[in-house]
């Protein structure tokens, strides 16, 4: 079983950029797609990017394409979200997920990490 730990998050100014990590352990990273989702205070949790277990296909939301890249390093066991200009609407805790599942998107992600914040100054 694998377990996620995110890290990257803080605060940063309005058009500013980031970049999220999120490290696996426990299990076979390979064998695993990822996705990052997010969720701002007193909204519902929003899907953001996925990354195939290889990282040969990447899927986004339709709001995220452009300034948002998901990327990841088998051999460190971690997968990263690429944030630029980022918005004070960007302002949420980002999670990141992992399933066994080859499609893209999945339809269950099975392992969530426990995320971390990111808050965008205006």
């Known amino acids: 079983q694998v377990q996620l730990i995110e890290s990257g998050g803080g605060l940063v100014q309005a058009g500013g950029s980031l970049r999220l990590s999120c490290a696996a ?5 390979s064998n695993y797609a990822v996705g990052w989702f997010r969720q701002a205070p007193g909204k519902e949790r ?10 040969y296909t990447t ?11 998901i990327s990841r390093d088998n051999a460190q066991n971690t997968v990263f979200l690429q944030i630029l200009s980022l918005k004070p609407e ?8 992992a399933t066994v599942s080859a499609l893209t ?6 392992y969530w ?10």
Not at 46 to 55: M, T
Not at 113 to 122: A, D, E, K, L, Y
């Open 90 to 97: 960007d302002t949420a805790v980002y999670c990141c997920a």
């Open 105 to 110: 998107p999945p339809s269950k992600y099975y």
């Open 46 to 55: 929003e899907f953001v990017a996925h990354i195939s277990r290889l990282g």
């Open 113 to 122: 990490g426990q995320g971390t914040q990111v808050t965008v100054s205006s």
């Open 25 to 29: 352990s426990g299990g076979t990273f």
């Open 59 to 69: 899927y986004y939301a339709d709001s995220m394409k452009g300034r948002f890249t």
